[in-house]
């Protein structure tokens, strides 16, 4: 078994380690089989660290989607990706990112609206083709909550 690496004690994964960082070797480390259901010491999962930091270089979000994160887990605290995608929404913009003890003030990026709006969208899309009974969206400006619809037969 190997031994851990610093950036999987501190932050649960080198995937998590490298999106907190922006950097795009996120990408190669999933291509090459880094596991991307993992989660930090808070129980965040990599797909919420991609959501709380926005595109970045690379488009962290669509990138895990793609790779199978699973898009209903929730957290320690008990939020799902789609809860905290519906939160930055809903947010003042720009709005930065969740200190989180690496990265300096001014490495800091505000995350735009528009940012935020496609990964909800993206995420969105994605949990309907996985889970076709799961229904969000928009009302009055603000984002919804996911319903189940059941469908009634006679």
């Known amino acids: 078994m190997p031994s851990d690496t610093r950036a999987r004690k501190v932050f649960g994964s080198e995937v998590i380690w490298a999106i907190k960082l922006n950097s795009p070797i996120a990408a190669l480390l999933v291509e090459n089989g880094l596991g991307v259901e993992c989660e930090?010491?808070?129980?965040?999962?990599?797909?919420?660290?991609?959501?709380?930091?926005?595109?970045?270089?690379?488009?962290?979000?669509?990138?895990?989607?793609?790779?199978g994160a699973d898009l209903t887990r929730r957290t320690a605290s008990g939020f799902t990706p789609l809860e905290l995608a519906k939160q930055n929404l809903n947010?003042?913009?720009?709005?930065?990112?969740?200190?989180?003890?690496?990265?300096?003030d001014w490495e800091l990026r505000g995350v735009t609206l528009q940012e935020d709006r496609e990964a909800y969208d993206r995420l969105n899309e994605a949990i309907r083709e996985r889970h076709?009974?799961?229904?969000?969206?928009?009302f009055n400006g603000k984002v919804t909550p996911a319903v189940h619809v059941i469908d009634i037969q006679d």
Do not use: V
């Open 40 to 67: 930090d010491r808070l129980g965040f999962s990599a797909l919420l660290h991609a959501l709380d930091r926005g595109k970045g270089r690379i488009d962290f979000t669509g990138m895990l989607i793609r790779a």
């Open 91 to 104: 947010a003042q913009h720009p709005r930065y990112p969740r200190r989180d003890g690496i990265t300096k």
């Open 132 to 138: 076709p009974s799961t229904q969000a969206g928009w």
